[in-house]
């Protein structure tokens, strides 16, 4: 196997996915929100730069192409499930989690099950990405601080959050639209 900077950022990034959580066990509110908002925004920026440099490097390999994926899932997995205790199972943030982990689960076992068939990732799930990351670190953000600005950072978190769901839930449906000829012909 050869390790690259990319597939070591990808690494780094599936090894930064557990410290999130692991951040509020070890550390007291709100140095734990702060260092689980700098993993998480650092992990997703090298979500962009590993990939930006392996095809700029002509070093995209077998190994990137299956852990950044797994990385990307990693991170919003544990995040969504870190902010869905840190908010003791508030609605506004457990649904559109929801959503967006049925989602992921759905499409991962679709790729599974389609083997060699590539879907390729389309502009508008690349959005749902950003948007996820991003309603994501605010809401990490808005537990750095208190009062007004907390409340701010918030509910802008949780309106990104519901976008993101919708979001999801649209490539969601575009995967499966995508699939039906390739499940078709495997008799699904």
Excluded: C
Excluded at 15 to 30: G, I, K, S
Excluded at 46 to 68: C, E, H, I, K, Y
Excluded at 136 to 149: E, K, N, V
Aim: aromatic share 10%.
């Amino acid at each position: 196997m050869h390790w690259t900077v990319p597939n070591l950022l990808t690494v780094g990034r599936v090894l930064a996915a557990p410290l999130v959580a692991m951040a509020f066990v070890v550390f007291d509110r709100p140095t734990a929100d702060r260092l689980a908002l700098v993993l998480f925004v650092t992990a997703s920026l090298t979500d962009f730069l590993d990939g930006w440099l392996a095809r700029r490097w002509n070093q995209v390999s077998d190994l990137g192409r299956m852990l950044d994926p797994v990385a990307d899932k990693a991170m919003v997995v544990i995040a969504l499930a870190t902010l869905i205790g840190l908010t003791r199972l508030d609605w506004l943030v457990l649904l559109p989690a929801v959503f967006i982990l049925l989602r992921e689960v759905l499409v991962s076992g679709l790729r599974e099950f389609l083997g060699a068939v590539k879907l390729h990732v389309t502009p508008l799930a690349k959005w749902k990405t950003a948007v996820q990351m991003t309603a994501i670190a605010l809401l990490f953000l808005a537990g750095s601080f208190t009062g007004g600005l907390a409340d701010t950072l918030y509910g802008v978190g949780i309106v990104g959050l519901w976008l993101a769901a919708v979001l999801t839930v649209a490539t969601g449906i575009d995967y499966f639209a995508r699939a039906m000829g390739y499940l078709a012909g495997k008799g699904a």
